[in-house]
């Protein structure tokens, strides 16, 4: 069976990120910190408002991480607060969720440094 370019591609980047996983690593405090930060500063825009905040560290792989809101509908009444939480992340997207709710996901990466680029 041959295998297409893109194919390769996929299969060259996979490699790059497990060899990338496996190497002995550090904590980045600072990452963390941002992480923890947006999470805090989201906790507190959804009070009271029926939306589920959540974070996850070291997942889906040990140098990344998340903070996530899911609900039926999102409105946020203070919007610097929201754009700092969202400027903290590496990456945002929202999208919509087969069960009728939507979820926003901010995601960070580097949270942990191999000690061969320390």
Known sequence: MEHT??????????????????KIAVVNAEK????????LILKELTRGTGLSVSYKIHEPFKSGGSVSVVGGSMEFKDIKRFMTAVRLASN???????????CMTL????????????
Request: charged share 35%; aromatic share 10%; net charge negative.
């Open 5 to 22: 370019d893109e194919y390769k591609e996929i299969d060259r980047i996979a490699r790059l990120i497990e060899e990338e996983e496996s």
């Open 32 to 39: 963390v910190n941002r992480l923890m930060e947006a999470y």
């Open 92 to 102: 945002f997207e929202a999208y919509p969720k087969t069960d009728g709710t939507v």
């Open 107 to 118: 995601s960070f990466n580097g949270l942990t440094t191999p000690i061969d680029k320390l």
